[in-house]
């Protein structure tokens, strides 16, 4: 157990609220009953929303992330309810269509000349700024920790050039260059695994992927190979379902035992001692490292990159791009609300916002409305 590396309580946040629970909760509580939040539920993961009801969303996503941190987090005696935080925002910034949304917003900036666009900036941007639960501040005005690892999901990070990164670490007194809490790498982790498992799960489900392609993958196909003797159609399935269980499982108990052994390692005693390391403890080990980059390389190729989802890739930043081109020279055609903003704002950001803040179904609505 390591719960000498545990954030017990939060060192506040920039405006103080009169909560009546531990503030990560609260925090957790205000992300929930945010529109942002629920908007994940009609966004893309991999498939199109409306494709099939048993794919998975960006919300299911995110919720499986969730789990798995705070799985990882009890079993090590850390706080999950910080970890668990951090990960039901990590996502709340993606575009309508997932990152073929994004690819598509970054296609028609780059023909402007105009900044990219970066879906983990804009998921700080969306707890910062744009969220309004309160009339006090705009943002939800989340605890320091929180927007540490949201900030720092992807690492410390070295020489930034962000103009945006660059105002907000000062604000909530992060220093970048450090990495952040144990349970913030454990939410960052968590999020490999659940989409490397629970892609070929929904892989399977689309055909894309059949089971001798899943069987033939690392760590996956290993117990498939151990189980599968010429079974019926429903044994297959049960057989994967077991197996991406199975896979999940073994990534979680790899990540814990390499953190142990990084803790030993780095003679961890203190929580001053893990921040002075100044490492990432979370990750796999070499050997699951190695599977896992070869999982992904066999998963992008055949079905990230496959003809269909190509197509549909190829279809949604079109819409996308259409979207943003016609608000760019059409900036009245803008909610009021919208047009607002960009007195105070460059015209690009706002319409980036709005169209990131769109569901898969608005923006092909939207779409419909103004070009058919």
Not at 137 to 163: P, R, S
Not at 282 to 310: H, P, R
Request: proline content about 1%; aromatic content about 12%; overall charge negative.
């Amino acid at each position: 157990m390591l719960k000498f590396l545990r954030i017990e309580k939060s060192k506040g946040r920039i405006y103080k609220e009169n909560n009546k629970i531990d503030d990560f909760q609260h925090d957790a509580m205000k992300i929930i009953y945010s529109s942002n939040f629920r908007k994940l539920e009609y966004k893309t993961q991999v498939f199109f929303n409306n494709a099939n009801d048993y794919y998975r969303t960006r919300l299911t996503h995110t919720l499986e992330v969730a789990q798995i941190c705070k799985m990882i987090c009890s079993i090590l005696g850390l706080n999950g309810g910080l970890s668990e935080v951090i990960s039901l925002i990590h996502d709340i910034g993606h575009t309508p269509f997932g990152h073929s949304g994004e690819d598509g917003l970054n296609e028609i900036l780059s023909k402007y000349k105009l900044p990219n666009f970066n879906h983990n900036i804009q998921s700080i941007r969306v707890v910062d700024l744009l969220s309004k639960m309160s009339d006090d501040f705009c943002g939800l005005n989340l605890t320091y920790e929180v927007m540490d690892g949201l900030i720092k999901h992807n690492g410390a990070i070295q020489n930034n050039e962000n103009n945006y990164l660059n105002h907000i670490a000062p604000k909530y007194n992060i220093d970048l260059s450090v990495e952040s809490s144990l349970e913030a790498q454990i939410s960052s982790i968590s999020d490999d695994i659940a989409y490397i498992n629970h892609d070929i799960e929904d892989g399977y489900r689309s055909r894309l992927l059949s089971f001798d392609d899943i069987a033939s993958l690392p760590i996956i196909g290993d117990f498939i190979q151990k189980e599968y003797n010429n079974k019926s159609i429903d044994s297959k399935k049960m057989i994967l379902k077991e197996a991406i269980n199975i896979s999940r499982q073994f990534m979680i108990d790899d990540v814990i035992k390499n953190i142990y052994e990084k803790i030993q390692k780095y003679q961890i005693h203190s929580l001053e001692d893990f921040f002075a390391a100044n490492q990432n403890f979370a990750t796999f080990s070499e050997d699951v490292s190695s599977k896992k980059l070869a999982l992904k390389k066999i998963i992008f190729d055949n079905l990230y990159k496959s003809s269909e989802l190509s197509i549909t890739a190829f279809k949604m930043k079109n819409v996308v791009k259409d979207l943003f081109e016609f608000y760019l020279f059409n900036e009245n055609c803008l909610p009021n609300d919208w047009q607002d903003k960009i007195k105070n704002c460059e015209k690009y950001l706002v319409i980036c916002d709005f169209i990131a803040g769109m569901t898969d179904r608005y923006a092909l609505h939207l779409h419909e409305r103004i070009f058919h």
